[in-house]
DNA sequence: GTGAATTTGAGAAAAGTTCACATAGTCAAT
DNA sequence: ATTGACTATGTGAACTTTTCTCAAATTCAC
């Protein structure tokens, strides 16, 4: 029978980008190569590969990397925002309610995400979706008007929305920071929602990195001293660093 | 120079899912093949293909189709779906608001949706983000917790979330029909969402491909005679026709 | 058991891909 | 105009993978 084996090869494929013909035709000694090469084209009659030369390409791994790369232009500093992800990921604690904010870096935070009982709230759609993967957490989607832009949604009825919930630690990703304006978004209805985050959540977190420090884009949200902690890469500029210090905001490099 | 022939390749990638390499030797006589498939590697590189035996399958069309294969057990019936959603577009107005059930059909239908004006309002954060591609309609999408089996929003938050909206036109896929328990739902919470829709909105179609026929689940949202209309493949049961010859409801074939 | 249907194997032909090196064009500074 | 660095392109042979077809083996239902 090639259940078995074709069980196997699927969690290969659910394990990493690609699978080589070569190591299934080693990994089966007892079937033939035609054998393994039917198996790969079952899996991509089923969509969960595509094959190519060699092998076969792990179609999970192909869309969630795709993720990154549709907003093509902005993909900059991914190394960096998955350090950060992975020190917001660090402050969660199970059982609690989590705000996770829209975006390239929370995306990432989202794909990272163990497995473990948490409630999370988001704003962005395809953050929802990433969530899914994960049985173990209860996600609430904001609702409201999507943006284009930043794949997010708010507006007043994402507003209306968040007044019912709960938020023990929100992490949010500003546009811009700055000791003079604070933290900055670019877009009003957006800076709006923020706003109802930073007033409902029992700790911010955000998150910074480099390319958005010394920014400012016209709508504030929330001034510095008012957040939990910065996880940042790289240094924060002086003028920042003294505020939080000053204010008791804790500071983590990732 | 690369960049016209590029350009010509990256709209093809657009356009289609995949791009043989003889198609584009013969499109592109001046180059060798050997060009063409440094090209597919550059496109590969850039995230925007993936190099298959014979030419480069375009990750936009890798993408999108995934979205209604992954709950890849119930990916059944795929071209009476396209078939169905395509009707269903013919019925669209501009301008109009309209409201798109969760689901594979519907996904196909959000895909094959032509640019127009139009206000979306959706539970399905999936086809919220499909619908980013389409410039020119509002996409509206519904809060609340969102359901791992169908990818869909429900919840009390979500019935809030609805109170304030206008539908002119509302898409509904059940999960079954049947004369007598009408259009049913297998889950509590959607069946209350859709009893909302079906309340508010002032035209009601329903897409059944006939997997869904004299199938009853659990939750009744409602009698078939309360809709307007009902798009289908095949034929439907003789009690279903008479029902809604007698009720006014038209019957539209796929 | 028997027959039908499915799964598998083998190997050669066909097709596609890679590679290394040669050529040609581009651009900027001299 | 010349040079040199650089990128883009072409060539053809060596190589690898894939496909194809048909026969054998296995499984399943009755």
Redesign the pocket.
């Known amino acids: 029978?090639?259940s078995e084996?074709r069980k196997i090869i699927k969690d290969m494929l659910h394990s990493k980008p690609f699978v080589?013909?070569?190591e299934l035709v080693e990994l089966f000694p007892?079937?033939?190569?035609?054998?393994?090469?039917?198996?790969i084209?079952y899996f991509e009659q089923q969509g969960e590969a595509i094959?190519?030369?060699?092998?076969a390409r792990s179609m999970k791994f192909i869309t969630t990397s795709m993720e990154e790369e549709f907003p093509s232009r902005m993909q900059k500093n991914i190394p960096a925002k998955e350090a950060l992800a992975k020190k917001a990921i660090e402050l969660l604690e199970t059982g609690r309610s989590i705000f996770l904010d829209s975006g390239t870096t929370m995306m990432k935070m989202a794909s990272l995400l163990p497995e473990d009982r948490l409630t999370i709230t988001t704003t962005g759609p395809n953050i929802a979706i990433e969530l899914l993967n994960k049985k173990q957490t209860l996600v609430n989607l904001v609702g409201g008007m999507l943006n284009r832009d930043n794949i997010s949604v708010s507006g007043t009825q994402a507003l209306r929305f968040l007044e019912d919930i709960n938020i023990d630690i929100a992490f949010i990703v500003p546009s811009g920071a700055d000791a003079q304006t604070g933290l900055t978004c670019g877009n009003y209805s957006e800076c709006e929602l923020k706003k109802m985050i930073v007033e409902k959540a029992r700790k911010i977190i955000v998150l910074l990195d480099t390319s958005k420090l010394d920014k400012s884009l016209p709508y504030t949200f929330c001034a510095l001293e008012n957040i939990s902690a910065i996880i940042t890469n790289g240094t924060l500029p002086r003028d920042i660093e003294e505020l939080a210090v000053k204010h008791d905001v804790q500071i983590i490099r990732a």
């Open positions: 029978m090639h084996r080589s013909l070569n007892d079937v033939s190569s035609m054998t393994i090469r039917r198996d084209d094959k190519v030369r060699g092998g």
